[in-house]
């Protein structure tokens, strides 16, 4: 049994800055690419920013110059720095992470979310 939990969510102001954060537990062995995803209202869900075991980062347009991902391996645990952040980027924000249990066996693992609110 795999867990992904998500926090640090909340309201901020346009210019504000808020960091996610996302850790995983259970039955793992190794956690391959960690990523953010957000979905507002109405939109379809979008990828914001992914991490590989490695360290190499890619990152949706939008974000890009604004937001930084980072990974704690020790602690299996994801966070997204989210600085000059806009009314545009109010969503639900959903960490995914793609995890190889004890077992060998290889899956994708979604949290249930937390929501970032920009506005005045």
């Known amino acids: 049994q795999v867990q992904v939990v998500e926090s640090g969510g909340g309201l901020v102001q346009p210019g504000g800055s808020l960091r996610l954060s996302c850790a995983a537990s259970?039955?793992?062995?190794?956690?391959?690419?960690m990523a953010w995803y957000r979905q507002a209202p109405g939109k379809q869900r979008e990828l914001v920013a992914s991490?590989?075991?490695?360290?190499?980062?890619d990152y949706a347009d939008s974000v890009k110059g604004r937001f930084t991902i980072s990974r704690d391996n020790a602690k299996n645990t994801v966070y997204l720095q989210m600085n000059s952040l806009k009314p545009e980027d109010t969503a639900v924000y959903f960490c995914?992470?793609?995890?190889?249990?004890?077992?060998?066996?290889?899956?994708?693992?979604w949290g249930q979310g937390t929501q970032v609110t920009v506005s005045s």
């Open positions: 995914n992470a793609e995890i190889m249990n004890i077992s060998g066996l290889r899956r994708l693992f």
């Open positions: 259970g039955n793992i062995f190794t956690i391959y690419t």
């Open positions: 991490i590989t075991i490695g360290g190499p980062t």
